[in-house]
């Protein structure tokens, strides 16, 4: 027997037929499978058109989370969880053979660990210190044998180079501190967990604003970027210069300094969403707050990173304004202005970029128009 061919009410022309002995209950229970039971009423439009399908919902967050976690332990856990120096530059004043019964003891103890630098005297060695020429130096003159050390850079630095200089010597060394920290910053991590925060604000400045506008003309997401950066600069600077005292450079040198911090990361951030679309958040999260974080020198300098990732700590926005704002701090500006350089050459380099792929990106829709115009 012929069976005539039915649709539903309403539908538009070309739709597939359906078959009269499909059943409506089983067809809906497979849709079910694979749809989100809205569970929560009055969710807003947006959250809602961006809703995924069941599977994608669960295994994406669980996956793209854990390969995050994974890597910033990995990478952590590799960079301090047994530091040793590399290269580490330390200097001495003394006669010849004390100094070369030093550097021997030094190189036994860990070969390729330091790199030695020789003074006159107890002052040269002294304003080696005091510019971060050197973290520590051994002098031994007729006032006697001892250590001199820049506590600003750091407890742990200092407490290691300090113990390995004392050891090489053979015998207890007095230790003094010629640049000791700031009393608002005892611990001397306040560098690194300001210069992590404005990373960390930079790409969530990105993040949203990529979500809430994707098709933002580039001129006005810069402009939107300047703000965030000067305002993140002023805040920072309060806080760091003027609330704690954890800061003792200038309010202006901090603000610029971590001002560009938040351009540069901001610009990065947004690039590599630009570039990688949805995978562009966990790359940015591995690139800026991993591996940027743990190679800024915000806790232990450069050399005493594993081989693989000191290089990082010469390139990378967060290690630059470490740099800057330390050496502002405490050493006389010195690496301020190579700071400076840095920061802003990410971003823009970072916002050049993006101005040519959206330039090729403009030119490819526009030549795309005559050709589809042709084809009807």
Known sequence: MHHATTYPPGAPSGLAPQDPNADPAADHGRRARHALVDSEPDLPAPVLAAAAGARKAILVPVITALAIGTVFVAVYLAAFHAPSARHQPVGIAASDRVAAHTELALNNAAPDGYTFYRYPDAEAARQAVT????PAALVADGQGTRVLVA????????SSLATAMTAAVGKPVPVKDVLPLAAGDSRGLSVFYAAFGVVLAGFLFAVS??????RLRLAVRVASMLVFSAASGVVVALLTHTAFSALPASFAVVTVVVGLLAWASAAA?????RLFGPLGMPVASVVLLILGNATSGGILPATFLPAWLSPLASVMPPAAAVRGLRGAAYFHDVHLTGAIVTLAAWGLGCLTVQYVLDRVAAGRAQTGVPATVAAR
Do not use: C, F, N, R
């Open 131 to 134: 510019h971060d020429e050197v």
């Open 151 to 158: 506590g600003a850079q750091g407890p742990s630095t200092v």
């Open 209 to 214: 604003s990529y979500q809430i506008a994707p």
């Open 269 to 273: 951030a947004g690039l590599l969403l």
